[in-house]
């Protein structure tokens, strides 16, 4: 029978190249806009680091009929991230510091750097490398200093400071000039530990 029907002239039509470009930019905009989602749901004092997440496409739809010079991708992917609490992280490292230096011990500042995570996401487990620097300072109790020091002459209250373990420099001044002794009342004496 005679065929009947068709077309005659030029047809649009996508070459692999169009395709592997396509499902190249489809699966970059999917992920840029999950994880844009994912971060906004994170509450602010959880972490997510490098190599705590998982992109995957599940599957993408090529619709190769086209519109003019336009053909549609469809796409569908999973993400997922694992999260955690830097405050933990400080805190624990904060408990074996005072295991190994002894309680009276804080961090006057300290400063975290994350490696790269190790993450399996089947058990929902994530273990990483991470370089901590810290100072870190003896508590004073200022309220029994306060006592001690009560009526002490400059050269005792020298003695006392100077006396104190870990004290790396103190400034020790009797205002004013004429002053000898330390007062006995307690709202005139001010200390200021740095």
């Known amino acids: 029978e005679p065929l009947s029907g068709g077309f005659v002239g030029e047809v649009a039509f996508p070459t692999d190249a169009d395709l592997k470009k396509a499902k190249a930019e489809i699966a970059q905009k999917i992920e840029s806009a999950v994880r844009q989602k994912i971060l906004s749901q994170v509450p602010a004092d959880f972490k997510i680091i490098d190599g705590a997440s998982s992109f995957n496409l599940i599957k993408q739809n090529v619709i190769t009929e086209t519109s003019g010079s336009n053909f549609n991708i469809a796409a569908e992917a999973r993400i997922s991230e694992i999260a955690f609490r830097e405050a933990d992280v400080v805190k624990m ?5 005072q295991k190994e230096k002894g ?5 006057k500042s300290f400063e975290v750097k994350y490696g790269v995570a190790r993450s399996d996401f089947n058990i929902g487990r994530l273990s990483f490398p991470a370089t901590f620097k810290a100072v870190i300072t ?7 200093l306060r006592q001690q020091v009560k009526g002490k002459s400059e050269t005792e209250l020298k003695a006392l400071i100077y006396g104190l373990s870990d004290v790396q420099s103190a400034v020790i001044s009797l205002w004013p000039f004429w002053v000898k ?3 006995q009342n307690e709202a005139k004496i001010s200390i200021v530990v740095d």
């Open 93 to 97: 490292l904060a408990e074996k510091m």
């Open 138 to 144: 003896k508590r004073i109790d200022v309220d029994g």
């Open 181 to 183: 002794r330390v007062p």
């Open 103 to 107: 309680s009276e011990y804080e961090f």
